[in-house]
């Protein structure tokens, strides 16, 4: 079972080994033994820039590039234009019209999975994935508890990624948030509601909602969590 230290692990990683184990442990809770975590990055020509912390097995990336693997993958196209998180097996295959695709990916590991993308603007992004090859026998509720458990994985995952991947760990930045933003921040963090929030600090919960928004749009981040996340890491709130 996942546990609160579990996500702080991932919150506080510093390395890429960090980072790994740490994954590496959530996946396994989640019963996927594969896992991917991708920083992508545009370049001025055009192309992208890829750097990863992924368990990809020995052999898979030159079969990949032989047999076309991934030439056109329905998970890496939902994840390039949508931040929607998905569930792919291989019916999502079938009705994308490439089946071959996923008999070849299968027996690597990658016959099933989570994937998730958060685009963050100047044209950086974080794709998040847990696979494996055994289709998942849950029931539909059971389905809906690993998504929305794999959703806070890669909330957790996005800024230390950033950061790890990035080249942006330890960096001694200036803080843009004001004295409120950060108050806010620090209530969100410990699990406090707008309406909490502004309870807390007496005032109302759409001004909260607004420190909230103003603090994610100045840390870059995709929501409140990740901006919360952000300024814990960066020492700003405790």
């Not at 890429?16 to 019963?31: P, V």
């Not at 996927?32 to 990336?61: C, H, K, M």
């Not at 008999?103 to 950086?124: I, M, N």
Request: glycine fraction near 8%; aromatic fraction near 8%.
């Amino acid at each position: 079972m996942m546990v609160l230290d579990d996500f702080a692990a991932v919150s506080h990683s510093r390395t890429q080994d960090a980072l790994r184990a740490a994954i590496e442990r959530l996946a396994g809770e989640l019963e996927f033994e594969r896992y991917g975590i991708q920083y992508v990055t545009g370049r001025l020509d055009g192309g992208y820039d890829w750097r990863a912390v992924e368990n990809r097995p020995d052999g898979y990336r030159e079969t990949a590039l032989t047999s076309g693997i991934g030439g056109f993958c329905p998970v890496m196209q939902h994840v390039k234009l949508s931040s929607m998180p998905l569930f792919w097996d291989r019916e999502f295959y079938l009705k994308a019209n490439n089946p071959a695709n996923w008999e070849e990916q299968a027996p690597w590991g990658y016959g099933t999975g989570f994937s998730v993308a958060a685009h963050l603007g100047e044209d950086k992004h974080v794709v998040v994935g847990l696979e494996r090859e055994k289709a998942l026998c849950d029931t539909a509720e059971q389905l809906a508890r690993k998504m929305a458990a794999f959703q806070l994985v890669a909330t957790y995952v996005i800024d230390p990624c950033v950061a790890v991947l990035g080249d942006e760990a330890g960096a001694r930045l200036e803080c843009p948030l004001t004295k409120r933003e950060l108050e806010v921040l620090q209530w969100t963090l410990d699990g406090k509601t707008a309406w909490e929030v502004g309870e807390i600090l007496g005032i109302t919960e759409r001004t909260a909602a607004l420190h909230v928004n103003h603090a994610s749009q100045k840390l870059g981040s995709v929501n409140k969590h990740q901006a919360a996340l952000k300024a814990l890491r960066l020492g700003w709130i405790r």
